[in-house]
């Protein structure tokens, strides 16, 4: 792999994770909303990444070019049933539905994300740093 294509694996990281961390944005936002029916209440969201190789045409082995939000996918863990009937929204026994969020999951997703951008950032910042090393080689001769 070039050093120059490098920046391209990056940037797909890059958008890749901020995709990742929008998802995790809408489903802490929406963790507390309540809904009168399982059919309406908000679902959380997870985000499905792929990896697209190229096979060189020198014979190398496949290397992994970049990486894709393939799509955002609905969690198919089931709403959750809470009994308070004096929220408007409860149904005739008393329940609301809420969504299926786990904030605890909803953070560490969060925090690996974040990470994982931070990363894809730093080796973009160190391949403009070689790349500019490079070409200073020869300078001041």
């Given amino acids: 792999m070039s050093l120059l294509s490098s920046f391209k694996v990056a940037g797909t990281g890059l958008l890749a994770q901020s995709t990742r961390l929008n998802t995790v944005a809408s489903n802490m936002a929406n963790a507390e909303t309540a809904s009168n029916s399982e ?4 679902q959380a969201r997870k985000v499905v990444f792929e990896a697209e190789l190229n096979s060189a045409s020198t014979g190398r082995a496949k290397s992994a070019v970049s990486v894709n939000s ?8 089931p709403a ?7 929220h408007p929204l409860a149904d005739k026994e008393g329940y609301v539905f809420m969504p299926n969020v786990d ?11 974040s990470r994982s951008y931070q990363m894809n950032a730093e080796v973009m910042n160190t391949s403009k740093q070689l790349l500019m090393k490079t070409l200073s080689i020869g300078e001041g001769s």
């Fill in 39 to 42: 059919d309406t209440v908000y």
């Fill in 70 to 77: 393939k799509e955002v996918v609905l969690s198919d863990a």
């Fill in 80 to 86: 959750k049933r809470v009994y308070n009937p004096a």
């Fill in 103 to 113: 904030i605890g999951e909803e953070m560490v997703e969060m925090i690996s994300s």
